[in-house]
């Protein structure tokens, strides 16, 4: 996997949304429709969707890199690393029915293929060893992303996540290696919260989130 290429494409994108604020400006214009169980600051509230994609983005490779990692340590890279190749296809790719191109806005559409399969990757490790592969919580960043890509096209993208991961999950014999079993026990142990603290719900650091008492 060549994450340089996705730190790449990542950097062209910002510098892009830099030089025109056409995410920016969009935001402006959709602040009034979105959903109200997004919860937005009062100050400048467009700019701090903007910041929120820019974060959601540029936490993918650092994910995908971190689930590599994790996956090696289970022993189980065998059945990880062809999702993550996935992601880092879905990064690099046109988006399926998607009517934008460039800037962060398709990174946006991207990423959250990504994030949405990565996702799924933690899922299936939850189901077979009680516990996630990293202890990351996308769950509310995805909802917000969903949100902002519009229902009808994250919904089309929701389909191409589960269709692939449908298709990438017969593989179950690498969960039942007694390596694999020893590494799910010592992560029940004490000093993993430490080691994966960075890996906490990305609404914690930013002023956006969801409050579903407004619904």
């Given at each position: 996997?060549?994450?340089?290429?996705?730190?790449?494409?990542?950097?062209s994108?910002?510098?892009?949304?830099?030089?025109?604020?056409?995410?920016?400006?969009?935001?402006?214009?959709?602040?009034?429709i979105l959903?109200?169980?997004?919860?937005?600051?009062?100050?400048?509230?467009?700019?701090?969707?903007?910041?929120?994609?820019?974060?959601?983005?540029?936490?993918?490779?650092?994910?995908?890199?971190?689930?590599?990692?994790?996956?090696?340590?289970?022993?189980?890279?065998?059945?990880?690393?062809?999702?993550?190749?996935?992601?880092?296809?879905?990064?690099?790719?046109?988006?399926?029915?998607?009517?934008?191109?460039?800037g962060?806005?398709?990174?946006?559409?991207?990423?959250?293929?990504?994030?949405?399969?990565?996702?799924?990757?933690?899922?299936?490790?939850?189901?077979?060893?009680?516990?996630?592969?990293?202890?990351?919580?996308?769950?509310?960043?995805?909802?917000?992303?969903?949100?902002?890509?519009?229902?009808?096209?994250?919904?089309?993208?929701?389909?191409?996540?589960?269709?692939?991961?449908?298709?990438?999950?017969?593989?179950?014999?690498?969960?039942?290696?007694?390596?694999?079993?020893?590494?799910?026990e010592?992560?029940?142990?004490?000093?993993?919260d430490?080691?994966?603290?960075?890996?906490?719900?990305m609404?914690?650091?930013?002023?956006?989130?969801?409050?579903?008492?407004?619904?």
């Amino acid at each position: 996997m060549d994450l340089n290429l996705i730190e790449d494409k990542v950097e062209s994108a910002t510098r892009h949304e830099s030089e025109t604020g056409s995410m920016l400006e969009k935001l402006e214009s959709e602040i009034s429709i979105l959903p109200s169980v997004i919860s937005l600051p009062d100050q400048d509230p467009a700019v701090a969707l903007r910041d929120f994609v820019v974060e959601y983005i540029n936490h993918v490779p650092s994910f995908i890199a971190a689930v590599s990692f994790a996956a090696r340590d289970a022993g189980i890279e065998e059945y990880v690393s062809p999702f993550l190749e996935v992601a880092v296809s879905y990064f690099l790719e046109p988006v399926p029915e998607s009517t934008v191109e460039g800037g962060l806005e398709e990174l946006m559409q991207q990423a959250y293929l990504a994030h949405r399969l990565i996702e799924e990757v933690n899922d299936q490790y939850i189901v077979r060893a009680g516990i996630p592969l990293i202890p990351m919580e996308m769950t509310k960043a995805n909802i917000i992303v969903h949100q902002l890509i519009g229902e009808t096209l994250a919904l089309s993208l929701d389909e191409v996540v589960e269709e692939t991961a449908s298709q990438m999950t017969t593989r179950d014999n690498v969960y039942g290696s007694e390596r694999f079993k020893a590494y799910v026990e010592t992560r029940k142990g004490p000093g993993w919260d430490q080691v994966w603290k960075q890996w906490t719900d990305m609404t914690n650091s930013l002023a956006i989130d969801l409050d579903f008492s407004k619904s």
